[in-house]
């Protein structure tokens, strides 16, 4: 059973950086497609950063392109979500996804799999 656990949330200041962690068990992570998504309080779930199996291609919403960075470090069952230069509305709930074959990497109903969450508030 696959399971995913989500760390490194916190509150940080406007222009601050935090580093999020998935820890992957189950199976075998290099055989999954991996993003993140985020949730902020009354709005919906949306796509922040994606990263191929092997990790050589990653993915990014326009809105984090050059701030954050996602990466995967498949030997340790671990997927990572550097944030640089946070702002406010970086502020949410944020989700780490699995799925062998996800139709479409950017839509979160196409992943399988995914962790409790872990909260990153960024005051201004």
């Known amino acids: 059973q696959e399971q995913l656990e989500e760390s490194g949330g916190g509150l940080v200041q406007a222009g601050g950086s935090l580093s999020l962690s998935c820890l992957f068990s189950?199976?075998?992570?290099?055989?999954?497609?991996m993003a993140w998504f985020r949730q902020a309080p009354g709005k919906e779930r949306e796509f922040v950063a994606a990263?191929?199996?092997?990790?050589?291609?990653?993915y990014y919403a326009d809105s984090v392109k050059g701030r954050f960075t996602i990466s995967r470090d498949n030997a340790k069952n671990t997927v990572y979500l550097q944030m640089n230069s946070l702002k406010p509305e970086d502020t949410a709930v944020y989700y780490c996804?699995?799925?062998?074959?996800?139709?479409?990497?950017?839509?979160?109903?196409?992943?399988?799999?995914w962790g409790q969450g872990t909260q990153v508030t960024v005051s201004s």
């Open positions: 990263i191929s199996r092997s990790g050589a291609t990653p």
């Open positions: 996804n699995a799925d062998q074959r996800p139709s479409d990497i950017f839509k979160v109903s196409t992943y399988d799999y």
């Open positions: 189950g199976r075998t992570l290099s055989t999954y497609m």
